[in-house]
Nanobody, 124 residues
Framework: QVQLVESGGDSVQEGGSLRLSCAAS????????MGWFRQAPGKEREGVAH????????YYADSVKGRFTISRDAAKNTLYLQMNNLQPEDTAEYYC?????????????????WGKGTQVTVSS
């Protein structure tokens, strides 16, 4: 059982930046692809970014493309999400997830391990 712990959430002004981190309890590099999801109040959890098992391939939701960057550090066993030019609509609880049976790059069904989330709030 992989345990994932997110950190880095905060309250920022519109146009600001944050970097989220997700520490894994065991070695995930080359074993699991990973992703970031978010859930705003009253809305479904949506996929934001995906990274392949070795980090060579990434994929983003259209709403964050060009502003967010997903990466992973094998040595630190940590996943990151660099978020730039944050907008009020980016306000949500952000979750990292890991999986090994792909059904869709940003599909919740593709991920089996989930963190408990970190809150990001963007004010205008």
């Amino acid at each position: 059982q992989v345990q994932l712990v997110e950190s880095g959430g905060d309250s920022v002004q519109e146009g600001g930046s944050l970097r989220l981190s997700c520490a894994a309890s065991e070695y995930t590099y080359s074993r699991y692809y990973m992703g970031w999801f978010r859930q705003a109040p009253g809305k479904e959890r949506e996929g934001v970014a995906h990274i392949s098992t070795r980090g060579a391939d990434t994929y983003y939701a259209d709403s964050v493309k060009g502003r967010f960057t997903i990466s992973r550090d094998a040595a630190k066993n940590t996943l990151y999400l660099q978020m730039n030019n944050l907008q009020p609509e980016d306000t949500a609880e952000y979750y990292c997830a890991a999986g090994n049976s792909l059904r869709g790059l940003l599909s919740r069904d593709s991920y089996i391990y989930w963190g408990k989330g970190t809150q990001v709030t963007v004010s205008s």
